[in-house]
């Protein structure tokens, strides 16, 4: 069941709840004085008790830092957290302090078997409201996930209500901006349920079976092609990575159609291995044990269109992914095989282990038929991108500056790292093959611009953006908002460049 959030007025002495978050900056606390007004109150009202607290543990506001009480009776809350935001900075940065300290808060609120948390935190004066109360709420669920569906004994999850404490009467759109808030993290959740469960439940119909889902309670449209119409469509490099696999490859189009469409719609795509054993290129035991989450694109796309159903852009927006698993078999494609896919384009196969950027070659080949305004791929393409940005930041590829900055700028405010990469065309040589137009491995080095250079000429010269989610994906522990496993990374990015978009 989703977290239920509201914004409400209250003061956060005197408000009645089973824990209270007070949300306080680097500062609050200045050489054993409270700075900050309403800890002060707090103060004054649990007779000095949480004075005597922030001397002890050294409490100065940083970012992290946390500190905890009773209040006895002499408050409204019957329990209090004070966790520090540290500094403030620019409003994107203090956007994602309050996504954490939300998440902290749910997190101490179900250790402590609490009912109900009211969260108060040094609101914005300004526009900025809105995002805070959005990033406050969107925090909340995204620190509330678990995933243990699979699990005998489940941990008890008490929490049924978080407050969003504002000093006056929220305005209609601060109570919307929450809801909205909460919605997206509920997409997030829902990607990550997709890449935490086991690819034996994941199967490429299933994820098809998923969409359709979406596509029915959220009014999208949804098209699933079966493997014959895949072959009519000329996609031979996705069905030469399907050929291995007993479960049937699917090719997907979820879309959001305005009555009234203006300008040219837009184009996601992700990448939907459900499993990846690398095929004849058989990757390691342990290579193979993550491998569940090589469909995160098309999670990514899948929820994030659900988020464009709530926003309600005037342009139409299309996701699409080609669902199949990667495996060894007497039927497998095999190293040294030459497929010609759907743009006419002929690549000879060195590695099948490099197979994702074969299916979204065919799938970038058929969304870029619609001549879309943009197309951006999602992927957990390369264990290169790993290697050049460590395993929290998105790679950003583009073959196109204005593009390449909306998507930072979407980043920053949605509280995704990216860092974009280049493309140097000279680098191309290295994907060009003797006996076909490319190969689908560039050598050792470079690997995760290879891979991005492949995926270039299946676009031609429509603006598009490449996004290596390998790294945070999937984190193998918990970290912030993000707990272990699937992070349902790409998707706030997503809904956040969609928003900015519509305006």
């Known amino acids: 069941m989703p977290l239920q959030t509201t914004v409400l007025a209250g003061n956060p002495v005197s408000h009645s709840s089973d824990l209270l978050a007070l949300c306080v900056r680097e500062g609050a606390v200045v050489r054993g004085t409270i700075a900050d007004a ?37 408050a409204g809350p019957q329990r209090i957290l004070v966790l520090g935001l540290g500094r ?131 009014g999208l449209q949804c098209q699933v092609l079966p493997r014959a119409q895949i072959k009519k469509l000329g996609m031979n490099l996705f069905l030469g990575v399907a050929q291995g696999s007993v479960e049937e490859p699917q090719l997907v189009k979820l879309s959001w159609e305005p009555r009234r469409a203006t300008g040219r719609p837009v184009a996601l795509v992700g990448k939907a291995i459900t499993f990846d054993s690398g095929g004849l290129s058989l990757k390691t035991a342990s290579g193979m044990e993550d491998m569940k989450v090589d469909m995160a694109g098309a999670a990514a796309v899948i929820s994030a269109l659900r988020l464009v159903a709530a926003l309600k852009p005037p342009f139409a927006v299309h996701g699409y992914f080609g669902a199949c698993e990667n495996m060894p078999s007497g039927n497998a494609y095999k190293p040294g095989d030459v497929i010609v896919g759907k743009s006419g384009t002929s690549v000879e196969v060195l590695n099948t282990d490099a197979e994702g950027r074969l299916v979204l070659a065919d799938v970038l080949a058929w969304a870029v038929e619609e001549k879309p305004a943009a197309v951006i791929d999602l992927a957990t393409l390369t264990g290169a991108i790993l290697v050049a940005l460590g395993p929290w930041i998105t790679g950003l590829f583009s073959n196109d500056d204005a593009l390449a900055g909306e998507l930072q700028a979407a980043a920053r405010t949605a509280g995704e790292p990216i860092w974009r990469m280049p493309l140097p065309p000279e680098m191309d040589e290295l994907i060009k093959s003797p006996v076909a137009d490319l190969k689908n491995t560039g050598g050792r080095y470079g690997g995760a611009i290879n891979a991005a250079l492949f995926l270039q000429h299946f676009v031609g010269k429509v603006p598009w953006a490449h996004l290596d989610i390998a790294g945070p994906a999937s984190v193998d522990k918990e970290r912030g908002y993000n707990p272990r496993g699937g992070t349902g990374a790409g998707v706030r990015l997503l809904a956040e460049w969609i928003r900015r978009r519509a305006e």
């Open 38 to 74: 309403r800890l002060a109150d707090l103060d004054r009202a649990v007779g000095g008790v949480l004075l005597r607290c922030v001397i002890d543990e050294e409490f100065k506001g940083a970012e992290g830092q946390h500190l905890s009480l009773h209040s006895h009776g002499k």
């Open 88 to 218: 403030e900075k620019d409003q994107d940065r203090t956007l994602d302090q309050l996504r954490g300290a939300a998440a902290r808060a749910v997190k101490a609120a179900k250790a402590a078997g609490a009912k109900t948390l009211a969260i108060a935190w040094p609101w914005a004066a300004d526009a900025a409201l809105q995002r805070e109360v959005q990033a406050a709420a969107e925090g909340a669920s995204l620190g509330a996930y678990v995933f243990e569906r699979y699990k005998k004994e489940k941990k008890p999850f008490k929490l049924q209500r978080v407050e969003l404490l504002s000093p006056v009467k929220p305005a209609r759109a601060i109570v919307e901006a929450a809801r909205y808030g909460v919605a997206i993290a509920e997409a997030v959740n829902a990607a990550r349920d997709l890449v935490n469960e086991p690819a034996g439940r994941i199967t490429p119909r299933a994820l098809a079976a998923e969409a359709r889902h979406i596509a029915k309670v959220h």
